[in-house]
């Protein structure tokens, strides 16, 4: 089978992981990536990056800097640098299989003229003694993400025809789904491959979903950008913004009152509140581990959670509210 050649970029933060990731890539059998691009995206490097863990592929890796501009900016950099004509983007906190360039080589052969990207397939490990975590389901829901760039491969004229990717998405949220989108609106088709790439739970402190909620700017340029409909076509599951948004009004309500005197209402709101809140923790507490540091994680950042969810939301509304589609080929 001739394998259509194709080229491999891994934009990093310099987490330790990079070099279990090239390590991986660099052990796979079948065809050799024409070259691989590391694009380091840290704001101020303070050290060189691990690239010698690609042993036999070192003398196709390069590295470039993008300076802290987000993984958009850092994938385009290396669709900028490279002449392949497919793509793959890697994370560089996943591990391709053994057999995942064999793979690749297969699903790149089957693509027909109009298929302008093929996904890897993602399993991510969760632990066998014991329920997963709040954390580790959040990043086990990768396993049914469309479009995931922690292994996607697309055509590089592709990309270029859709414009690449949007560097308004600063984070490592969204940006692979606007793309998709936007390759499938220039008349691309996409669709899932053979290959299957671990993407282990990353270490993350116990208010790492409160970080998480920036990303519900990132869904309101989503809906500038796509229309309100966008959940549907991108695969994306809808969130519970609704509710946090109810559940935010009630405590505002609950506070507003009381300051007014009007206990009676006060204490209803309050009452709303709470039940709402309850309901949100229970519902990420019950299918975990439930050990005490787990449900007293949960109840602090199921409290935390609505209000500051909404805050970003407000944020996104005024940053994007002027935001328009991206331009043509960059």
């Not at 390759?183 to 970080?211: C, E, F, I, K, N």
């Not at 709402?276 to 950042?301: C, H, K, N, S, Y």
Request: net charge positive; glycine share 8%; charged share 25%.
């Amino acid at each position: 089978m001739n394998a259509p050649e194709y080229a491999v970029v891994v934009p990093t933060i310099g987490r330790p992981c990079l070099a279990d990731c090239l390590r991986a890539l660099a052990s796979a059998t079948g065809p050799r990536p024409a070259e691989v691009v590391v694009v380091d995206d840290r704001p101020e490097p303070r050290d060189i990056l691990p690239v010698e863990a690609a042993g036999e592929l070192c003398d196709r890796v390069r590295t470039l800097a993008t300076g802290g501009r987000g993984p958009a900016a850092a994938r385009n950099a290396g669709l900028r640098a490279v002449t392949a004509p497919w793509v793959v983007f890697l994370d560089d906190d996943v591990r391709v299989l053994p057999d995942w360039a064999e793979r690749l080589a297969e699903d790149l052969a089957a693509a027909d003229a109009r298929t302008g990207g093929v996904q890897g397939r993602l399993t991510v490990p969760l632990p066998e003694d014991r329920r997963p975590t709040d954390w580790e389901r959040g990043t086990a829901g990768l396993e049914q993400a469309a479009w995931a760039t922690a292994d996607m491969a697309y055509r590089a004229i592709a990309l270029k025809e859709a414009g690449g990717f949007d560097e308004r998405f600063r984070r490592a949220f969204r940006e692979d789904a606007d793309l998709a989108l936007r390759v499938m609106d220039a008349g691309w088709t996409l669709r899932p491959g053979q290959r299957v790439t671990r993407h282990p739970v990353r270490p993350a402190d116990r208010w790492a979903s409160l970080a998480a909620q920036r990303g519900n700017a990132d869904d309101v340029l989503m809906n500038r950008l796509h229309g309100a409909d966008w959940w549907i076509r991108a695969h994306a599951p809808r969130g519970r913004l609704p509710a946090h948004l109810a559940v935010t009004g009630l405590g505002l309500a609950a506070s507003v009152c009381a300051a007014a005197g009007h206990r009676r209402a006060a204490a209803v709101a309050g009452a709303l509140w709470a039940l709402g809140t309850a309901e949100f923790a229970v519902a990420r507490i019950a299918p975990g581990p439930r050990t005490r540091d787990e449900i007293l994680t949960m109840a602090a950042t199921s409290a935390a959670i609505p209000p500051l969810a909404v805050r970003h939301w407000l944020t996104g509304l005024v940053r994007h509210r002027n935001a328009q589609p991206l331009g043509g080929a960059r």
